[in-house]
């Protein structure tokens, strides 16, 4: 049997099972003789996920079979979690979900047509300027950071859009300049590439300043070394880049109290345990409460943290599922971010190839930024973990980032007449 | 640029390998640890999960109960101050004292356990019952024990000198651990100091009840008999300061056994001296004093004086127990036991049993015996000795009607104020049944103001412990 | 619920997740034994007998392993036919055997008359139809 010619239904069954008993043990423990509907609903929007992969095989797909069945896995882990802390949330976050899959499509269309989506770079630089602006500008504060815009029926994160652009524009403009990098004279090619470096370090640390937003700013740091490193080659660039950043944060931690206190809670989470250290030292007492097979679903005790459905939901998944179930978590992230680059690697065009890794990186770089400050290794940050934390913006952005890579895929893997 | 990709993507893969090196830092690493932080809410949370086991006295009369309102379990503590220090509390925000602390485990079904229950019940997150503990003490002796003691401070300990069982355990003032959170600022600064429990920690000189181990020391030592005879003038200068009897009374020409039931102080110096301080010092050690008893309680060991403050004649305070030794009432009711058993020491206990909720004994106390440290024979002079102080001596105040009490009375001078009185004792005096110790602070002589507390604890546990 | 079913569900959920990385890893260790193993199986060849293109009929191509058949250049089974796409279809070896599979090509891909919607097997003898080329497999086993 031909295994890669569809999506591999094993794969699939184990990822619905999982996700179905994790609803039914939740349901058993925390909501008992409540309404079914909300599960209902998100095993529903679950199976979506292999229904949208097998219409695409139908329509010749030919991209990687793997990340689908992956984003299923995590999405449905997040939906369980959710439910458990938050059913509304959960319900509301399912939705986005749908709204996601939507813009996956969209985005699998155009990067289906690369050439074409690699052409509007300069709208790509529009778009984060005029969303940076008018963040800093109109910015809603919610949860300590400023990185909100109300437009009124709705609010969104523009740091989410943000870095969709980011990355688009960075494959693009790097794209072009591909060739010109190894032919050109040094200053000129220092010119090209310090432009959008230093533009996208002082967008940080001004985002880090005025927004309080450090997991934006490490964010889009990360995003523009790591494609300048990809795009040219050139280590010292992304070190000076990345020596520039920290002197530049030491600075505003040295004039601002409310980076300073960041910074302090992470050196020292138990001085102030009952006041700053709060979040962090609970979510540290439900990683170790959860030991190495887990507390179970719904029967530890994640709700303790502050802001655990968005910031720290892998807290939770390390309390209730242990060490096995984050480990777990932490393997999932690494297939898809293995498949990711796989699909760089596969791509015979620049642009395909920047767009694919750039796309890896964002999506490992969030992962590594959230997770790294749950397990205090980094400042904890406000970034929701890929799929999985609570977050309508981010949920929507990643799965357009998704739909953005398989386009990629398909679109390689057709053109050299070969299958992922 | 495949060659970076690859490059970056590897960079990537390293920094996840190190988040699982993070995770599993905090989740199998220090998780064990950090888990049973007490800062860790989740302790409490789960103490909520179980019904918490009864204290009960030796008739199941319960001391502590834990009953479920309104799916909130409540710690109740049906005795009110009569128990408060012996049994202590447990309030979620206070923390725990006295056995509800060192009897958590048990009472919380934590221990006893076999891992598939322990697996089982928290894998389903049932709640549980924990298991009821089963005290030695009666509520009766303490009642009559804390009444006799009047609202003075101080302290009553009672034992059953033949296995150890503790039968009363007072520490006056008290309070209410049912009202503990309305009263808890007034209580900690409470120059009383009511959360203090004395039997364990108050720490008192023993005054003329410590003549029992020096007579002790010097019968063991042959340093003397019963019946060597010693003259008192009334004082004598130690290091040009005088030492006095109690009222400055001259006793003349008297033997030794007379010298303790009238408790001179001048015999039991000359006593000391031919002793000598070490010897002494090693007598008071193998009597208990200065080691912190072995108890379900924690408990104060006290403070024996060291060897070269005792040296020569440093040790006439020792000698009657003054200077710089300190001894808790447990560490008194224990010394007076191994007179009680003959010359053998004890182990105190006050947890009987442990039981299901169903009355299932799932553990029952075995009671060890201790080492002796006297000859028989110097334990039944002393003894012999006592009951004449009860019956004509010092102590009469505590003797009862057809009942032969031994006991020794103590006054032990206290900085600024009256003394403490002391009383020590044991009856049926032939077959002890009740060892008793008494403090009360500042309150006057141990023969006035003590001896009537212990023999009115006395007379109660006789009557009820056969 | 029964206590045992939540039991066994708290540990099954580990196994699953577990279950469902092992499985990942497989398919992607499957993926480069297909690459690389798989290929190796006796050749075959394609030889063309009617067509309307600027293809010499009875001309024969060998197949070793993987082969795209199109009108690129770039490819290893080039058809000069206006009917054929660019990459129009594959050859390729999965279970020992060749397997005929249409590229999503504009007029399709017959094998034996009939337009193949999956991958098909092809057994010796069989007539592809690619573009207006018709195409004779032949795959002798000897053993």
């Known amino acids: ?420 | 640029m495949t060659g970076r990709i690859r490059r970056l993507a590897g960079f990537l893969l390293v920094l996840f390998v190190l988040q699982a090196l993070g995770a599993a830092y905090w989740q199998v690493w220090v998780g064990p640890r950090l888990a049973q932080d007490p800062r860790n809410p989740r302790l409490l949370l789960a103490e909520e999960q179980v019904e918490r086991g009864s204290i009960l006295d030796r008739n199941h009369v319960p001391l502590a109960r834990t009953h479920v309102e309104a799916r909130r379990a409540i710690r109740e503590y049906p005795t009110g101050p009569l128990f408060a220090h012996l049994v202590g509390y447990r309030h979620p925000r206070l923390g725990k004292a006295g056995l509800e602390a060192a009897q958590d485990g048990i009472l919380l079904g934590t221990a006893e356990r076999t891992p598939w229950e322990e697996w089982r019940d928290r894998a389903l997150g049932r709640r549980r019952r924990g298991f009821d503990v089963v005290l030695t003490v009666d509520r009766e002796i303490q009642q009559v024990a804390a009444q006799a003691l009047g609202g003075r401070r101080g302290a009553v300990v009672a034992l059953d000198p033949r296995d150890g069982a503790l039968l009363a355990m007072v520490s006056a003032p008290s309070f209410d651990p049912n009202l503990l959170e309305q009263n808890w600022a007034v209580l900690r600064q409470d120059p009383a100091r009511p959360l203090l429990n004395r039997a364990t920690h108050g720490l008192y000189p023993p005054g003329s009840t410590f003549k029992v181990v020096t007579m002790a020391a010097a019968l063991s030592r042959r340093a003397a008999d019963p019946d060597t005879r010693f003259f008192c003038p009334g004082f004598v200068l130690v290091r040009g300061r005088p030492i006095l009897d109690f009222g400055g009374r001259a006793h003349g020409s008297l033997t030794l056994w007379e010298a303790l039931v009238w408790s001179c102080n001048v015999t039991f110096f000359q006593l000391g001296m031919r002793v000598g301080g070490s010897i002494l010092r090693e007598f008071a050690a193998a009597f208990g004093l200065g080691e912190a008893p072995a108890f379900e309680l924690p408990s104060e060991a006290g403070h024996l004086p060291d060897p070269e403050e005792v040296a020569g004649d440093g040790v006439a305070q020792l000698s009657f127990g003054q200077g710089s030794l300190l001894v808790t009432p447990l560490q008194m009711a224990l010394l007076t036991a191994v007179l009680a058993r003959g010359g053998v020491r004890i182990r105190p206990y006050t947890v009987a049993q442990v039981r299901t909720a169903e009355g299932e004994v799932v553990e029952r106390h075995r009671a060890k015996s201790g080492e002796r440290i006297l000859a028989e024979e110097v334990a039944r002079v002393l003894r012999d000795t006592m009951v004449e102080a009860v019956a004509y001596g010092t102590g009469r105040a505590a003797a009862l009607p057809g009942v032969a009490v031994a006991g020794k009375t103590g006054t032990a001078t206290a900085s600024g104020g009256p003394p403490h009185a002391w009383f020590i004792g044991f009856a049926p005096a032939y077959q002890p049944r009740v060892v008793v110790a008494v403090v009360v602070e500042r309150a006057g002589t141990g023969g006035r103001v003590a001896a009537p507390v212990a023999r009115e604890v006395l007379r109660r546990a006789l009557e009820r412990v056969r | 619920m029964s206590e045992l079913v939540l039991l066994l569900l708290r540990y099954l959920l580990l196994a699953l997740l577990f279950l469902f990385l092992y499985r990942a890893v497989r398919v992607m260790q499957e993926e480069l034994r297909g690459a690389s193993g798989e290929t190796s199986v006796p050749p075959a060849t394609l030889a063309v007998e009617e067509t309307e293109g600027r293809v010499r009929p009875g001309q024969v191509f060998v197949i070793s392993g993987e082969a795209v058949i199109g009108r690129s250049p770039e490819v290893q089974v080039v058809l000069a036919d206006e009917f054929t796409s660019h990459q129009h279809a594959r050859l390729v070896v999965r279970g020992g055997r060749y397997w005929i599979e249409d590229l999503g090509s504009r007029n399709g891909t017959y094998l034996n008359g009939q337009r193949i919607e999956a991958p098909a097997p092809l057994a010796d003898g069989d007539l592809v139809r690619i573009g207006s080329t018709t195409l004779r497999f032949r795959w002798p086993t000897w053993a």
Request: hydrophobic residues 55%; aromatic residues 8%; charged residues 15%.
């Open chain 1, 1 to 420: 049997m031909v295994r890669t010619q569809l999506a591999d239904p094993v794969l699939y069954g184990f990822s619905l099972a999982l996700s179905l008993g994790g609803f039914v043990m939740v349901h058993t423990v925390r909501h008992p003789g409540d309404s079914l509907m909300p599960v209902g609903y998100g095993v529903l929007v679950l199976l979506s996920l292999p229904v949208i992969h097998l219409a695409l095989l139908r329509s010749g797909f030919r991209g990687d079979g793997l990340v689908l069945p992956v984003t299923q896995t995590l999405v449905g882990l997040g939906l369980v979690e959710l439910y458990r802390l938050q059913p509304a949330g959960m319900v509301r976050q399912a939705t986005w979900v749908l709204v996601g899959l939507g813009g996956f499509l969209l985005a699998y269309r155009a990067a289906s047509r690369a050439e074409r989506l690699s052409r509007y770079r300069y709208l790509y630089a529009a778009s984060i300027l005029v969303l940076l602006a008018s963040t800093l500008l109109f910015g809603v504060e919610r949860g300590g950071a400023r990185q909100w815009l109300d437009l009124g029926f709705a609010s969104f994160q523009p740091s989410e859009v943000v870095k969709v652009c980011l990355v688009l524009f960075l494959a693009s403009y790097l794209a072009e300049h591909h060739r010109l990098f190894a032919l050109r004279p040094p200053q000129e090619v220092e010119r090209r590439i310090l432009v959008p470096v230093a533009a996208v370090l002082g967008a940080s640390l001004l985002i880090l300043v005025v927004q309080r937003d450090l997991g934006g700013a490490l964010l889009y740091l990360s995003i523009v070394l790591g494609m300048v490193y990809v795009g040219t080659g050139r280590v010292e660039y992304v070190a000076t880049g990345a020596l520039a950043f920290l002197a530049g944060a030491g600075v505003c931690a040295a004039l601002f109290p409310h980076v300073r206190a960041r910074l302090e809670v992470w050196v020292d989470p138990w001085r102030d345990l009952a006041g700053s250290g709060y979040q962090l030292g609970q979510a540290l007492f439900a990683l170790a409460s959860g030991g190495i097979a887990g507390a179970g679903l719904g029967l530890g005790y994640p709700e303790l943290i502050p802001a655990v459905h968005t910031d720290l939901i892998f807290a939770a998944i390390g309390e209730e599922l242990g060490y096995a179930g984050a480990l777990g978590v932490i393997l999932l992230y690494m297939l898809l971010v293995t498949r990711g680059f796989r699909i760089a690697l596969r791509a015979r065009r620049a642009f395909s190839q920047l767009l694919a890794a750039g796309i890896s990186l964002v999506l490992a770089a969030q992962t590594l930024l959230i997770l790294g400050g749950s397990v205090r290794l980094i400042p904890l940050t406000g970034i929701p973990l890929p799929f999985v934390g609570y977050g309508g913006s981010a949920v929507v952005s990643n799965f357009v980032l998704l739909g953005l890579l398989l386009g990629v895929s398909h679109h390689e893997e057709a053109l050299h007449g070969r299958r992922a």
